[in-house]
């Protein structure tokens, strides 16, 4: 797998330290172009930590990131660190300059993300809330912004955004308060947003989560609806297993921030550890 | 050299143990609240108002500390009671705006009461005396606020530790909402809170204004502003951090006031540079300092003792 | 799709605004010019757009700065240095042999002058303070215009700044009356620029405010993480808010200039800076319309409508008690006070002029049905 | 409550019927003081001479018609970002002529709304050369800091035998720094050293300040501050024990300071405008006038003594009378034109104006705080050719 030159984004020996806590212990993994790949693991695991190791949300203690090939994070413990640090392969980068981008940078970059908790912009419309993903995109700087010189690029990102709401179908609410949606809804407007960045690469945090069966369904055939149309790769954490099992080409699974498992969701979901440390406890 | 510099320790050292009692006050309610109280100074400065009416109206001085601090942490509780209280839901903006308006209000009090004027501040026999210390020649109470406040801050802290209001507080400091959820009673804290900060603002400024005897309703300005910056400067939060803030920043800023003679004595200048214009400028900068190169403050890290 | 917005409010809008400056003209014009009401619309004017500069930072974008006070002063300083006229250098920079300075600017640039230096000193601020989190902020840009103040003060840049002293005889709002031969004024001026001034700025900010810039700005506001997630560079969008509010702190500093006549370091005090925060506390956090509302209001509260609170009233014999000077000043902070705790959102909330009258057509277009 | 509106109405009934009692004309004359803030004491004190000579002379003929005099007063809170509002109040209540202000920095604040309106201003005890200085609308009764200053360096040197002196003012106050400025010409002309200090708006810990007077080696301390700071300086230099004079100009004169200084051994020296004593008949009709005032009293600070000040206040007061008179109308602009030739005998001295606006005065009063009794005490008058 590792000799797959197509692969989009590419983790390597990934460890999360906080202080004597380690969220993430050694996580490698790779998401290659076109594909839908799922992360799963109970509460804990340490998913939505490898999301902000990858958005420059946080710096990981340990690791490499690849994007599109490109290292995007390096570290190597540091400082306090050397000391504290509990994960393995301390050594391995020790030589690499340690590499961190800002979150808005990597979203440059063209991986964009939505949140587990929702977090849109509360004051704005659900509009106004996809036209701000357009901004970063932007050819205008301040003055001619203000001014006005930049009519055509504002029409054509109004326009882009009106288009964006009505994919995910949410073009009747457009001007309503995004916060006074409907959860459901809530979650595709997230999506619409993280869509107006242009990103190849889409983060989905728990998608599902708070849908009921009939939206988590709509939701699976939405997810490769967009990637499709955007040429998008989807990286997802989620806990509907109905939903991973039906879109995820492959699933890693994650049980206290290390890797147990990887594979095709049936391979998943025989594999007698997932099911004693995951489903055995979901079920539960 | 020493003889030059000795005077001007002094003065720092006795303003800083003022400081430090302000500090104090600042540094409890922002462990708990989040909030910048900025009215702390006014009500420091209230206090003095209070004793000056006082003190008029003819009462025994034996009598009147008591009242006075009395009054003032009464005051303190009032003002949480009716500002801060009603906006414990609200953003923290609005709260530290909150503050701001009852800073002006009490200013304005201050003003209309006193009509504009300065007001003499009584003498307290005893501490109001002169001494000699080597060359220097000062008042008593210089001597004795270094002492007091460390007797105060053994206090504080014996409460804090060993007392179970004392354990509530530093609970609530650790986690606002878990330790509501414990059961623990946050108004009951955070009126203690205010209490005792209000208390050791009411010793602070029988201290100060015994050593500089003048009250008038904008008094409490910058002592309040630099006792805050003390409280940052020794890690918000950490008792033992804002009174040693507190005496830094007290002694620099009589240093910087003196600088001009030592350097005129150490005969590194000719002539004086007018640097005591930055006497107060001086306490802001070394606040930007030190949040920018340790934002948590000289002591800020050790939780322990957070309140 | 209802991608079209009505136009209609915001047409009423500008029809208002336009009235507002015919009847400040015509005003002038008619009234005694020494009414106190045209001292309370050039001061009005001033802090309105101070306000609105404020508000740009703590309502618009999140950042809770309390430095307005600091950077008014470098743009009221920049505008009296450059604009004395060469003759009046030497009285007014007495001790300083007339001062360094030996050549003036037009107003205008003088302005400008202003707004840029205040924006290059937010900028510098910025570097180190920007980083910091909301109180601290707060608490470093109040010290950083302590800072700033000592700075002027000083007698090292006398030359410059005419050390602590008073800077005088610079171009005032009544300068810009227009005169005849004889020194009698045939068109008076003196209220009718500085609101078209305010204006200028006022309109600038709300333009930058509904431009992209400023919806990423509100989006910072909203959720940081959320923004820098979409994209949004947070260090380089709060410089730039900072600097174009203290731009505008300049301007109104450079404003405040032309008011008082006169400029001197020590009254730019964080008193100031509380001052216009609660007028943006008043008006709304988050509403340009509220802030200047607001500062109309509060101006004449405090220089004209409330100052019979400071003199002895009398009711046929019966003397009004309370009464004295200072009175005035406490029924003020009251109704702050009030304004604070019971009346959080202010006087427009977080909406504006044209989204009031769209609400309203609104409801009226319902009821119609 | 309906009881209380019907009391509340029968009131209003009655307002007309008051008003109506002396039906006088009205002139206005604006009293530009500060009534708060640094120089609040002072101020009151100045406005106390004025309205003494109010209540003394409450009407004045102009032009064959008796007219009321109204004071208005304006507090200009001792800063000069709170003057410009005050000064507009003086010009929007349409008065004739301006008295004050005590503090030389606000009167100049205040100066052009004056100018604009057309009105004469006339300066009490704000002694800095730039109030009438280019200024034609601005005239002034007592004498200028030069002058002062003058006298103070030559008393330095002379009296004192000084050869160092430290000087201490407030920064950005005009009347500190130019007073200074003065002083430091004068006595360095006389072969002495003079070191300069300020101190920053609101000050109140002035320990460190002196600490540097001791350490310049300096021989006497001048601190020409506000009686707010004044009071401090002095009574921190007692507990230093300060050994060297504190030598302070005409704001330093007042009932507040020598109330400081008692009981203390600070040597506190001043120059001034009047001595009391000089005036028998002012000195006892003002004593009287307070004494039946109760609330007059407190704004002299709770006794009698008579601050140079409050003379000044009612000297200006009669010249601005005068001025009236002489031009025979209450248009500001007929005041102005009237007052370069004013001259009055006042209760500190003839006054007449110079050129430009200033009275010509060729001497002042030293005077000193007796230690024990907290009196001042007259040391000499002394004058510059």
Redesign the interface.
């Known amino acids: 797998m590792s000799e797959n030159r197509n692969n989009v984004l590419k983790l390597e020996n990934i460890t999360m330290q906080f202080g004597g806590v380690v969220a993430i212990n050694n996580l490698s993994l790779e998401v290659n172009q076109g594909e839908i790949v799922a992360l799963i693991g109970p509460n804990g695991a340490g998913k939505t930590t490898a999301f902000n190791c990858i958005t420059g949300v946080y710096e990981p203690t340990n690791g490499i990131v690849y994007f599109h090939g490109e290292p995007i994070v390096v570290n190597h413990p540091q400082g306090k660190m050397v000391k504290q640090y509990a994960g393995i392969n301390g050594d391995l980068y020790r030589e690499k300059k340690p590499v961190a981008h800002t979150p808005d940078r990597i979203t440059h970059m063209g991986i964009a993300r939505t949140f587990q908790n929702i977090r849109l912009f509360k004051s704005q419309t659900a509009f106004e809330n996809v036209l701000i993903g357009t901004h970063l995109r932007r050819n205008s700087n301040m003055f001619t912004a203000t001014f006005r010189l930049n009519a055509k690029e504002e029409k054509a990102n109004r326009e882009k955004a009106w288009n964006l709401l009505e994919i995910v179908g949410l073009a009747e609410e457009g001007k309503e308060l995004a916060t006074s949606l409907p959860y459901g809804k809530q979650r595709r407007l997230e999506i619409a947003r993280a869509l107006a960045t242009e990103p190849t690469l889409l983060l989905l945090d728990e998608p599902a989560a708070g849908m009921n069966p009939q939206e988590t369904d709509e939701l699976g055939s939405f997810i490769v609806d967009i990637k499709n149309r955007f040429n998008l790769t989807v990286f997802m954490i989620e806990h509907h297993m109905n939903l991973v099992m039906d879109i995820s080409d492959r699933i890693y699974v994650l049980d206290f921030g290390r890797q147990i498992a990887e594979g095709t969701p049936e391979e998943i979901q025989k594999n007698p550890v997932v099911i004693a440390a995951y489903l055995g406890v979901e079920e539960e | 050299m020493w003889d030059?510099i000795f005077?001007?320790l002094l003065?720092g050292i006795?303003?800083g143990g003022q400081y430090a009692l302000i500090a104090i006050g600042y540094t409890m309610v922002y462990g708990i609240l989040?909030?910048?109280n900025f009215a702390h100074g006014d009500v420091f400065m209230v206090a003095g108002i209070i004793m000056v009416y006082i003190a008029a109206s003819g009462l025994p001085l034996w009598l009147c500390i008591p009242l006075v601090l009395l009054i003032t942490v009464a005051v303190g509780f009032l003002i949480e009671r009716?500002?801060y209280r009603?906006?414990r839901s609200?953003p923290?903006?609005?709260v530290?705006?909150?503050a701001?308006?009852?800073?002006?209000?009490l200013q304005?009090?201050v003003?209309?009461i006193t009509?504009?004027?300065?007001k003499?501040y009584p003498t307290i026999p005893g501490i109001?005396d002169?001494v000699?210390i080597g060359a220097?020649?000062?008042?008593v109470v210089t001597v004795i606020t270094p002492f007091l406040v460390i007797i105060l801050v053994v206090a504080l802290v014996m409460l804090i530790n060993k007392t179970k209001i004392g354990m509530a507080m530093r609970a609530v400091s650790k986690d606002f909402e878990t330790s509501q959820l414990m059961g623990i009673k946050i108004n009951n804290v955070i009126s203690m809170t205010f209490i005792i900060g209000s208390f050791l603002a009411g010793v602070g400024s029988i201290l100060?204004f015994t050593?500089?005897?003048?009250v008038?309703q904008?008094?409490g300005?910058?002592?309040g502003?630099k006792a805050?910056?003390a409280a940052?400067f020794g890690g918000i939060g950490s008792i033992p951090g804002a009174v040693i803030g507190a005496f830094i920043i007290g002694i620099m800023e009589?240093i910087i006031?003196?600088l001009?003679?030592?350097l005129?004595?150490a005969g590194v200048i000719s002539a004086?540079?007018?640097l005591?214009?930055?006497?107060?400028?001086f306490?802001?900068?070394l606040?930007?300092i030190i949040?920018?190169v340790k934002?948590t403050g000289l002591f800020g890290e050790k939780v322990t003792d957070k309140v | 799709m209802n991608q079209k917005k009505s136009k209609t409010p915001m047409i009423i809008t500008l029809v208002l605004v336009a009235a507002i400056y015919v009847a400040v003209f015509i005003a002038e014009q008619t009234l005694p010019a020494n009414s106190m009401l045209f001292t309370v619309l050039k001061k009005g004017a001033t802090y309105a757009l101070v306000a609105v500069s404020m508000n740009l930072l703590n309502g618009f974008t999140g950042i809770f700065s309390l430095g307005q006070a600091g950077f008014m002063l470098v743009g009221a300083y920049m505008y009296g240095i450059f604009t004395i006229p060469i003759a009046q250098r030497a009285s007014v920079y007495q001790y300083f042999d007339g001062g360094m300075i030996q050549f003036t600017v037009p107003v205008i640039v003088a302005m400008i002058l202003a707004g840029l230096a205040a924006a290059f000193f937010a900028f510098l601020i910025g570097l180190p303070v920007l980083r910091l989190k909301s109180d601290y902020l707060a608490i470093a840009t109040l010290g950083f215009a302590e800072i700033i103040r000592a700075i002027f003060q000083w007698n090292g840049l006398g030359p410059i700044t005419n050390g602590s002293n008073m800077l005088r005889s610079f171009p005032s709002f009544n300068d810009f009356n227009i005169r005849d031969g004889q020194g009698n004024v045939t068109v008076y001026l003196s209220t009718l620029i500085p609101f078209l001034m305010a204006g200028v700025c006022i309109l600038l900010i709300v333009l930058l405010i509904n431009s992209s810039y400023g919806r990423a700005l509100k989006a910072i506001r909203d959720d940081e993480v959320a923004a820098e997630a979409m994209g949004i560079n947070l260090a380089h969008h709060k410089r730039l808010a900072f600097c174009v509010s203290s731009f505008f702190a300049g301007v109104g500093g450079a404003m405040l200039a032309m008011y008082q006549t006169t400029v001197q370091a020590k009254s730019f005090t964080s008193a100031m800076t509380y001052e216009i925060l609660l007028i943006v506390v008043i008006g709304g956090i988050g509403s340009v319309t509220g802030s200047v509302l607001s500062s109309f209001l509060f101006v004449a509260c405090s220089e004209w409508w409330l100052r019979f609170l400071d003199e002895k009233q009398m009711i046929g014999t019966f003397e009004v008690p309370l009464l004295r000077n200072g009175f005035r000043l406490v029924v003020f902070s009251v109704i702050i006070m009030i304004v604070v705790l019971f009346f959080r959102r202010g006087i427009m909330g977080d909406k504006e002029l044209p989204d009031l009258l769209s609400r309203r057509m609104k409801s009226e277009g319902r009821r119609k049905k | 409550m309906k009881k209380l509106i019907a009391l509340v109405l029968a009131l209003m009934m009655l307002v007309p019927a008051f008003s109506v009692a002396d039906d006088l004309p009205v002139i206005k004359i604006g009293v530009y003081e500060p009534a708060s803030g640094d120089s609040g004491a002072g101020g009151k004190q100045e406005t106390l001479g004025v309205q003494y000579a109010n209540a003394k002379t409450p009407t004045v003929e102009i032009g064959g018609t008796t007219y009321k005099v109204e004071l208005v007063m304006a507090d200009n809170g001792s800063s000069t970002d709170k003057a410009p509002s005050a000064a507009q109040k003086l010009v929007s209540e349409n008065v004739s002529v301006v008295l004050g202000s005590y503090g030389s920095g606000v009167s100049i604040a205040g100066s052009d709304y004056f100018k604009d309106a057309n009105i004469p201003a006339i300066g009490l005890t704000c002694t800095n050369p730039q109030v009438t200085a280019g200024n034609s609308h601005y005239f002034r009764v007592c004498f200028l800091d030069p002058f002062q200053g003058t006298v103070l360096a030559n008393y330095a040197s002379k009296e004192l035998g000084a050869t160092t002196v430290y000087c201490l003012g407030e920064l950005g106050n005009d009347y500190d720094q130019g007073l200074i400025t003065y002083f430091k010409q004068a006595f360095e002309a006389l072969g002495g050293m003079v070191i300069v200090d300020s101190f920053p708006t609101g000050t109140a810990d002035f320990t460190s300040y002196l600490t540097n007077a001791t350490g310049y080696n300096a021989d006497v301390f001048f601190c020409p501050v506000s009686i707010a700071y004044s009071t401090q300086i002095i009574q921190q230099a007692s507990a230093q024990g300060l050994e060297i004079a504190i030598l302070g100009g005409d704001t330093l004169d007042s009932n507040v300071v020598a109330d400081a200084d008692k009981g203390t051994n600070v040597k506190v020296v001043i120059t001034t405008f009047y001595q009391e004593g000089a005036n028998a008949e002012f000195d006892e009709g003002f004593k009287a006038w307070l004494n039946e005032n109760p609330d007059m009293m407190t704004n002299n600070g709770g006794n009698d003594v008579i601050s140079a000040v409050s003379v000044m206040g009612y000297d200006g007061y009669y010249v601005a009378l005068a001025a009236l008179q002489a031009a025979g109308s209450t248009d500001g602009a007929a005041v102005m034109a009237a007052l370069p030739s004013v001259e009055i005998d006042g209760v500190s001295g003839h006054i007449k104006f110079d050129e430009t606006g200033d009275a010509v005065r060729t001497s002042a009063f030293v005077k000193t705080v007796n230690n024990e009794t907290g009196e001042w005490q007259f040391v000499t008058e002394q004058t510059v050719d």
């Open positions: 030059t005077p001007y003065s006795s303003v989040r909030l910048i009716a500002a009603p906006l609200a923290r903006m609005s530290m705006i909150s701001i308006g009852v800073s002006y209000m304005n009090l003003l209309y009509g504009g004027l300065n003499q109001s002169t000699a220097a020649k000062t008042k100060f050593n500089y005897p003048t008038i904008t008094s300005a910058m002592p502003l805050f910056v940052v009589n006031k003196g001009d003679v030592i005129f004595k004086p540079l007018g005591a214009t930055f006497s107060d400028a306490s802001f900068a606040l930007i949040l920018v934002p």
